[in-house]
């Protein structure tokens, strides 16, 4: 099982919006992606470049993130507004 680790960008979008379905929704696809992160039921894609990062899908939201498989990590370093984001 894969832990993960938050950025302080991502950590201040989900205290602004802990209220709201888009955290529950986080939660369930953290909870799916933890068991294999390159699960294909969810909206996910490489993204093109050097690193080896990811794109996962939520309504308008994209969250940005990387797999670290030596130390069994998920980082997500960044979200944005799908217009926003792959500026």
């Not at 099982?1 to 802990?18: D, P």
């Not at 939520?58 to 993130?65: D, L, N, P």
């Amino acid at each position: 099982m894969y832990k993960i680790r938050l950025q302080k960008k991502v950590l201040k979008f989900l205290e602004k919006h802990k209220w709201e379905t888009i955290i529950k929704t986080f939660t369930i696809y953290i909870k799916i992606l933890q068991d294999n992160p390159y699960n294909n039921r969810l909206d996910i894609k490489l993204l093109k470049g050097d690193k080896k990062q990811y794109r996962l899908r939520i309504w308008k939201y994209r969250f940005i993130y990387e797999i670290i498989e030596d130390k069994l990590i998920i980082s997500f370093t960044d979200w944005d507004n799908r217009w926003d984001i792959y500026k």
